[in-house]
């Protein structure tokens, strides 16, 4: 089984940084994507960043939602099977539980995998 494990949340002033991490485990066959949602109160879950292995039909690289682009930063390390999410110059509404998604071929065959969220509050 497959399982994502968060870390990085926390409480930080408008304009701070953040840095939040997921970490994938299990039998993974092909990792096509690794990608970062948030839901904030009363709100659906949204796309943050995406970023994509790359392959015939979609291209490698990093996909952004236009509310973060120039702020946070999607990065992967592969042989780790871990994806990174740096915030920058965050403001009062990117406060949200914020979630990895791993889109995989695994024992299971092709599915997604989420983890169980960490909080971010930007606040004064």
């Known amino acids: 089984q497959v399982q994502l494990v968060e870390s990085g949340g926390g409480r930080v002033q408008p304009g701070g940084s953040l840095r939040l991490s997921c970490a994938a485990s299990g039998t993974i066959f092909v990792l096509y994507s690794m990608s970062w949602y948030r839901q904030a109160p009363g709100k659906q879950r949204e796309l943050v960043a995406v970023?994509?292995?790359?392959?015939?039909?979609?291209?490698?690289?990093?996909v952004y939602a236009d509310s973060v682009k120039g702020r946070f930063t999607i990065s992967r390390d592969n042989a780790e099977n871990t994806v990174y999410l740096q915030m920058n110059s965050l403001k009062p509404e990117d406060t949200a539980v914020y979630y990895c998604?791993?889109?995989?071929?695994?024992?299971?065959?092709?599915?997604?995998?989420w983890g169980e969220g960490t909080q971010v509050t930007v606040s004064s």
């Open positions: 998604n791993a889109h995989l071929r695994g024992i299971m065959g092709v599915g997604d995998y």
């Open positions: 970023h994509n292995t790359g392959g015939t039909a979609v291209p490698s690289g990093a």
